[in-house]
């Protein structure tokens, strides 16, 4: 079992028993879905990129769709319980990639924002409690995702990983993936465990952010694995000053360290999510707020990234 109370420890290791204690824990180090490291741990400083005009040269995106074989699923579960609510962006998405862009970048952006308010802080997990903790006192209700094995390189869904005793309150987030998967036939969703190649614990911990409107997830590594827990309790603020400003860095910043295939569906979901009126304007999308504050976002025939800006439009719309 885990430790009541773990405290930060250095290193990180394999396996999908909990036995082990976590070692220090991860806000950000994407991979399966990377096109290039990403350096963006607790505590790390993060690049600033220009709020005025930035202009992406995009190149080399690999279209191709995964395509491992996993592993069967476990036994039929039991229906899951009431829990977060699930973010109506979903419904619009019916494959594991189509899940993924639509969330990866809202759900990025909160895990930057995660490093601002809790970057240098130590960590613990109580898995009886069902809270992951910061500094000496700031708790949070967690749910547990599931493992990654860096022995065998496999994921394992929490619902699958028996040995762990994990308290089934801890897994209803976990638990509606699965039966939204087998309700879209999106095997990633429903088969117990998964080469890491195909289903890693960053993508499957974006997509669970945004599909529960989780406020964050968090990485903890312990001897030969590492568990992966969504926080989604509402008392963690995780606050933006202007959104048109921040989008014009979130967008560009999480395209060139992830691999999305789509792009401008992408743009489209994070500009929803977060509170832009969406349109197409001349093969351009712009996303405006109160009239006010516009994001204006260029993209090639392949729907990849080339231009982001934004600039206020005067009230009178004059």
Known sequence: MVAKEIRE?????????????????????????????????????????????????????????????????????????????????????????????????????????????????????????????????????IQILGTEDHVAETWMWGWANKAS??????????????????????????????????VDGHTVSLIASGFVDGRAYYRCPYENGALFVLITDPTLKLPVDDAAIRATRVIPECISALEILNHRRATEAYLRQTGFDVADNDGNVTGSSGGAAVVTVRFDKMNRLIEIKTHLEPENGT
């Not at 994407?30 to 607790?42: D, F, I, S, V, Y």
């Not at 309700?183 to 990633?188: A, K, P």
Request: aromatic letters at 6%; a negative charge.
């Open 9 to 141: 420890r250095e290193d990180d290791s394999d396996d999908h028993d909990l036995a082990s204690p976590p070692h220090a824990g991860e806000l950000l180090r994407p991979t399966g879905h990377t096109q290039k490291p990403l350096q963006t741990e607790l505590g790390a400083n993060m690049n600033r990129l220009s709020f005025t005009i930035i202009v992406l040269s995009v190149v080399g995106c690999d279209n191709a769709a995964p395509d491992g074989s996993l592993q069967p699923p476990a036994e039929p579960h039991a229906a899951p319980t009431a829990g977060p609510a699930v973010n109506n962006e979903r419904q619009m998405a019916t494959t594991f990639d189509s899940l993924y862009s639509d969330f990866v970048i809202a759900s990025f952006d909160k895990q930057l924002r995660m490093a601002d308010v809790h970057g240098d802080d130590s960590w613990g997990f109580d898995k009886t409690q069902g809270v992951i903790t910061f500094g000496e006192s700031v708790a949070y209700k």
């Open 165 to 198: 005793e994990i308290p089934e309150e801890l897994l209803t987030v976990a638990h509606n993936l699965r039966s939204y998967g087998e309700e879209h036939s999106i095997s990633q969703l429903t088969n117990a465990k998964a080469s890491l190649a195909d």
